[in-house]
């Protein structure tokens, strides 16, 4: 069964710590998309990355960075979180680009910033 | 800048009922997702439109291009079938860019 995994479910991190969330793919896709998810918001994008150490600003970059070294994995850090920045983070991969191709989603990081 | 709308917000509904959530989108696109997000937060792709309609169970999606509008449709609800229904869109043009979300669609079936 084809996954995208994210390391952890639940994190709560202190204000001005770095974070990183991690995130997997086990189907040798080339993209690879983390989004936060807020009430009333939806899931905005932040980053993506269309292949290794190649990556892209998405809607709301702000405050975040990415690193993708190798094509299955590909990483979130906050740099100095902030209590703004406590959400449900939500990677996600596609074969390839122009919406063509199916989405797999992760099932999701919830991050608390206290 | 491309917004995509969903109606309702909130739907509450008994077993058994037909249900229909809709989706408006107001620039071209090139592929149109239907997505479910379960309590817990993972996302499951249901389907992904470019013209027609497609099928899978008791789901129907539908989409009308030169509408800009979608609907996803339930027959024989079921509890089961609670969850948020998140419509999404890849805009055209190319590049890698991720989709476009609308805020979702909150369903209660009722047994």
């Known amino acids: 069964d084809v996954k995208v995994t994210q390391s952890s479910r639940y994190l709560v991190k202190r204000t001005g710590e770095k974070v990183f969330l991690e995130c997997v793919q086990d189907?040798?896709?080339?993209?690879m998309f983390w989004y936060r998810q807020d009430p009333g918001l939806g899931l905005r994008l932040i980053y993506f990355?269309?292949?290794?150490?190649?990556?892209e600003k998405g809607d709301i970059p702000e405050g975040y960075s990415v690193s993708r070294e190798k094509k299955e994995r590909f990483s979130l850090i906050l740099e100095s979180a902030s209590t703004n920045q406590t959400s449900m983070y939500l990677c996600?991969?596609?074969?390839?680009?122009?919406?063509?191709?199916?989405?797999?989603f992760g099932s999701g990081t919830r991050l608390t910033v206290v | 800048k491309n917004e995509v709308e969903q109606s309702p917000q909130n739907l509450t509904a008994q077993e058994g009922e037909f249900i229909t959530i809709n989706c408006s989108y107001s620039v071209g696109i090139s592929a149109l997702h239907w997505l479910q997000q379960h309590p817990g937060g993972g996302i499951v792709s249901l389907f992904m439109?470019?013209?027609g309609k497609k099928k899978h169970g008791r789901l129907i999606a539908t989409i009308n291009i030169q509408e800009k509008h979608s609907s996803l449709h339930i027959t024989a609800s079921h509890p089961r079938d609670s969850a948020v229904y998140i419509c999404?869109?890849?805009?055209?043009?190319?590049?890698?860019?991720?989709?476009?979300f609308g805020k979702g669609t909150h369903l209660i079936i009722q047994p």
């Open positions: 999404a869109v890849r805009p055209s043009g190319g590049g890698a860019d991720g989709l476009t």
């Open positions: 996600a991969s596609s074969l390839g680009s122009g919406g063509f191709y199916g989405y797999t």
């Open positions: 189907m040798d896709h080339e993209n």
């Open positions: 439109l470019s013209s």
């Open positions: 990355s269309y292949d290794v150490k190649m990556k």
